[in-house]
């Protein structure tokens, strides 16, 4: 589409062409404000702009076509940094692109977010988000246990770097929340990094404890930023940044995927912050491409009605498994005991308790492995937040790299089977889940 002869001149007298995003949105009707669902349907995409397609085409491009030269070079301005606010159009795939827009629009959505960015994946955005807050002499202070893979980018891949961490356990009190983050203030702490439920022992980390403590202990520029891996819980059970946490990390390969057909990651937050990460993606490409974020605009659209299922179906399941005789425990966040630190932490941070859960099996890895191998419906595979049930045993499989010490300290144990229920019907489950247990 054309731009307006208005449009055209105001490009001419100052070097800029109009984004190519769509009129303001209806986010609200008749005094209503529209839930995040209904916006899925539509938000941040204007069908003029497309010809009138009902839903974003795939923009199928590397690069894109500036109005005059003043406007390529207002552009580069944004993309490099000299000018504050990034690009005010569309620039090159590697900078931006439609339909990451759109997706980046309603991802923010969700959480009310000021801005959001999409990723290649789940650790690319983790990555850039590192990259682009610490340097080497640095610390990182962060929850355990992460995802392993985030460890290992932690400690073995930034600590060549001179990057230094320190942790506390995901359970960690108020109190010993201060005593890690004073001890290291004595260095420059460039980052606050977070998991909550921790993977995989579904421990809840206190957000509200840990932003306390950290505005009590460090002022002005000397103040770290608090992210999160929100991956297990986000956007529809946990909103993090309610809790004080400046951004939110999603592997948007799980709930907001949701179909096990894609890779990629977001991040939301703030504008000052998601500007800084935005620079650093800029530079080393680690955007998603135009047909993920497509798809990820499709899966959105149904992600309330699946995580709500999933969630409803690993009630029933989890109530049938903490009273088999052949399983230890469930730690499953909907069984937390009334009066405990976590149900409290749970009551204060969490609408919803999730559809996956931690499985302890009497035994060791060899009950694990039997279980496992006898499953007919649930897959055998790692990941979570799909549309099927899955089960894996995280002591051998993602946490395998994990040190055995480390491992043991975290409650990583060989009888440990980490379990996400899908959409199936919760019967049919509880039925392959009682053929595997014969097995153990």
């Known amino acids: 589409m054309t731009d307006t002869p208005e449009q055209q001149d105001e490009a001419a007298l100052t070097g800029t062409t109009p984004r190519r995003r769509p009129k303001p949105p209806v986010d609200t009707v008749g005094g209503r404000k529209l839930s995040p669902s209904t916006l899925m349907m539509g938000h941040g995409y204007d069908p003029v702009l497309s010809e009138g397609s009902l839903k974003p085409p795939i923009f199928a491009t590397s690069t894109f076509v500036f109005p005059n030269a003043a406007a390529g070079k207002r552009h580069f301005e944004g993309v490099t940094g000299k000018r504050p606010g990034g690009a005010e ?3 090159y795939s590697r900078f931006n692109g439609p339909n990451q827009e759109i997706l980046e629009d309603r991802l923010g959505v969700w959480e009310e977010a000021e801005d959001a960015l999409a990723f290649s994946s789940g650790m690319s955005a983790i990555a850039t988000l590192f990259l682009a807050m610490v340097k080497p002499g640095d610390t990182i202070v962060h929850s355990g246990p992460l995802y392993a893979a985030t460890e290992t980018l932690i400690a073995r891949i930034l600590g060549k770097f001179g990057v230094h961490w320190v942790d506390f356990p995901a359970g960690a009190t108020r109190e010993e929340i201060d005593a890690v983050l004073q001890k290291a ?7 606050i990094y977070l998991e909550s439920p921790a993977n995989p022992t579904n421990v809840l980390v206190d957000v509200e404890a840990v932003a306390a403590s950290r505005d009590a202990i460090f002022t002005g520029d000397t103040k770290p930023p608090i992210a999160i891996d929100n991956t297990f819980l986000g956007p529809l059970w946990a909103q993090p940044l309610k809790q004080g946490a400046d951004l939110v990390v999603y592997s948007l390969t799980k709930y907001a995927g949701g179909h096990s057909d894609l890779v990629a990651g977001g991040v939301l937050g703030s504008k000052a912050h998601i500007n ?3 620079m650093m993606r800029n530079t080393i ?3 998603c491409d135009p047909n993920t974020a497509w798809m990820l605009l499709r899966s959105l659209e149904t992600l309330e009605l699946r995580m709500s299922r999933a969630g409803e179906n690993a009630v029933k399941v989890c109530e049938y498994l903490r009273t088999h005789p052949k399983v230890e425990s469930v730690g499953y966040l909907g069984f937390l005991p009334e009066g405990s630190r ?5 009551d204060r941070h969490c609408t919803g308790a999730g559809s ?3 499985l302890y099996l009497k035994g060791g890895e060899k009950e694990a492995f039997a279980f496992l191998d006898s499953l007919k419906i649930a897959k055998l595979a790692v990941s979570l937040g799909g549309t099927e049930t899955l089960a894996s045993a995280p002591a051998a499989m993602t946490h395998l790299s994990v040190p055995d010490a480390r491992k043991a300290a975290l409650g990583i144990t060989d009888n440990l089977v ?3 229920i899908g959409v199936e019907n919760a019967d049919d489950l509880i039925a392959d889940f009682t053929e595997a247990l014969k097995a153990v």
């Open 89 to 91: 159009g569309l620039v």
């Open 185 to 191: 203030s004595s260095g420059n702490v460039a980052l």
């Open 276 to 278: 800084t990460i935005r």
């Open 285 to 287: 490409g680690t955007i």
């Open 342 to 346: 976590q149900r409290d932490i749970y």
């Open 356 to 358: 996956t859960f931690s």
């Open 418 to 420: 980490r379990i996400s």
